[in-house]
């Protein structure tokens, strides 16, 4: 019952005011924790107000019109993220962030320390766990069905199906397949046809 007043009285404002959220309507994240530690300081106080999905208030996401996300994925809604996309982050669909991780797209010029260098994008597949406190740093490419390791440093690609740890962050072994059946989540709201294909990845 709760979660349904919770829902009735806080999420339609989320859903509103977040147009790229989706996750699901119940027992994901409640409502009133979003309204209070991420639409208010996003909304109100101006951080992070141009992020179109909930930023936790301690964590920092620069250039957000430089990145492109998938569903079940919110960079940024851990504690203590920094994401910056000058050069463009592509995140997939099912991602999370642990609490510290950094996730940086362009590095300062070696002769100019107020500008920042071009690149490639970053590049992050589906179905990819960061754990705590790694750093992802420029023209990366993660692959499909990762873990990275806590306090690691991803400065090289990472194959799909992997595990993969340390700093430098080496794939240490093989990852199976991911088992979740994403077609029985019932989302916050409806999700565009272009993520079918992936709901239905593991059905």
Same mark, same amino acid.
């Given at each position: 019952?709760?979660?349904?007043?919770?829902?009735?009285?806080?999420?339609?404002?989320?859903?509103?005011?977040?147009?790229?959220?989706?996750?699901?309507?119940?027992?994901?994240?409640?409502?009133?924790?979003?309204?209070?530690?991420?639409?208010?300081?996003?909304?109100?106080?101006?951080?992070?107000?141009?992020?179109?999905?909930?930023?936790?208030?301690?964590?920092? *996401?620069?250039?957000?019109?430089?990145?492109?996300? &998938?569903?079940?994925?919110?960079?940024?809604?851990?504690?203590?993220?920094?994401?910056?996309?000058?050069?463009?982050?592509?995140? &997939?669909?099912?991602?999370?962030?642990?609490?510290? *991780?950094?996730?940086?797209?362009?590095?300062?010029?070696?002769?100019?320390?107020?500008?920042?260098?071009?690149?490639?994008?970053?590049?992050?597949?589906?179905?990819?766990?960061? &754990?705590?406190?790694?750093?992802?740093?420029?023209?990366?490419?993660?692959?499909?069905?990762?873990?990275?390791?806590?306090?690691?440093?991803?400065?090289?690609?990472?194959?799909?199906?992997?595990?993969?740890?340390?700093?430098?962050?080496?794939?240490?072994?093989?990852?199976?397949?991911?088992?979740?059946?994403?077609?029985?989540?019932?989302?916050?709201?409806?999700?565009?046809?272009?993520?079918?294909?992936?709901?239905?990845?593991?059905?």
């Amino acid at each position: 019952m709760f979660r349904k007043i919770d829902f009735f009285f806080f999420g339609w404002i989320i859903n509103w005011l977040y147009p790229q959220y989706y996750r699901p309507k119940y027992g994901y994240q409640r409502y009133y924790i979003l309204f209070f530690h991420y639409l208010i300081p996003q909304k109100i106080f101006k951080l992070n107000a141009k992020v179109k999905w909930p930023v936790h208030y301690t964590s920092k *996401v620069h250039a957000p019109e430089n990145i492109e996300k &998938g569903i079940l994925c919110d960079p940024g809604d851990s504690i203590n993220n920094y994401i910056q996309a000058n050069n463009g982050i592509i995140f &997939g669909s099912n991602i999370e962030l642990g609490p510290g *991780v950094a996730i940086i797209s362009s590095n300062h010029d070696v002769n100019n320390f107020r500008e920042h260098s071009k690149g490639e994008p970053i590049v992050i597949g589906d179905n990819v766990w960061i &754990g705590a406190n790694s750093s992802i740093l420029p023209e990366v490419t993660i692959g499909n069905n990762v873990i990275i390791g806590a306090n690691s440093v991803v400065a090289k690609d990472i194959p799909s199906n992997s595990i993969a740890v340390g700093n430098p962050c080496k794939v240490t072994k093989e990852k199976t397949p991911y088992s979740e059946d994403f077609s029985k989540i019932v989302f916050n709201k409806n999700v565009p046809s272009k993520f079918d294909l992936f709901l239905n990845s593991n059905v």
